[in-house]
């Protein structure tokens, strides 16, 4: 008999540690975005509040950093180099899990608020993306090729990074705005927020997003997948027409 009552205790044990802790709850201005022909980008806010035991909030006060990454995806890096004054393909590295969309912000930067191994383990920042490399040992290189997927995805609005742009108002509240490209892919995407102190990930919450087409776009989306031979027939008739008109408007001009 006292063996059975020591197993309802073991059981509520880590629900008893985990009041210790705090907790967040988040939230987010869009759980569905939808992409139209006259899309171009959305502005997320990702907002909610710090809920600490019994009301208690610590002297020092804590750090919020939000990440938004969009579906995962495989992708291969070729390096460009002139050769007798033509430019081929010379090096080429391939990530097997690089993230189609990344944007993150934290109300400090994150080198001031984690250290590199918590950073590398909740992947927060572009510098510590874990892509899975597949055809690269060298790490020099992969440095460079890491760097250059980054600075390509930066210029194109799919990786974005916004230091000390979180606002925490009374320790309690928090709001943080990322921008969303208008050339994301269509898929799940998650928003996840941590909640740092002294350097420690103490409470992590995370809300889905779905970014899907609607309207014209979603229907040609449909058709190209149910039903792939009349589509592509369609597509062919279309082309065709088009260019016999415009050669017959260029005959009467």
């Not at 197993?7 to 880590?14: M, N, Q």
Request: aromatic letters at 8%.
């Amino acid at each position: 008999m006292p063996g059975r009552r020591v197993w309802p205790l073991l059981a509520l044990l880590p629900l008893l540690i985990a009041a210790d802790e705090p907790q967040l709850v988040p939230d987010v201005s869009q759980r569905t975005v939808e992409i139209q022909y006259s899309f171009t980008g959305a502005d997320l806010l990702l907002f909610g509040a710090i809920v600490y035991p019994d009301g208690r909030r610590p002297e020092k006060p804590a750090d919020i950093v939000v990440v938004l990454k969009g579906p995962e995806q495989s992708i291969t890096m070729r390096e460009k180099q002139k050769v007798a004054g033509i430019w081929v393909n010379a090096d080429q590295a391939r990530f097997r899990s690089a993230p189609s969309f990344y944007a993150m912000a934290s109300s400090r930067p994150i080198d001031r608020i984690v250290d590199e191994r918590t950073a590398a383990i909740y992947e927060l920042g572009l510098n510590n993306l874990q892509l899975s490399p597949s055809s690269l040992n060298d790490s020099a290189e992969l440095d460079r090729f890491q760097a250059g997927l980054a600075d390509l995805r930066q210029r194109s609005g799919l990786f974005v990074e916004k230091p000390g742009t979180v606002e925490i108002s009374d320790g309690v509240l928090y709001r943080a705005r990322l921008p969303l490209s208008a050339r994301v892919i269509v898929g799940d995407y998650t928003a996840e927020t941590f909640l740092v102190q002294d350097g420690r990930v103490v409470a992590a919450a995370v809300r889905d997003i779905t970014v899907r087409k609607s309207g014209f776009e979603q229907f040609m989306a449909n058709a190209a997948e149910q039903w792939p031979f009349f589509y592509g027939l369609v597509a062919i008739a279309l082309a065709v027409g088009m260019g016999w008109a415009a050669g017959a408007i260029a005959r009467r001009l």
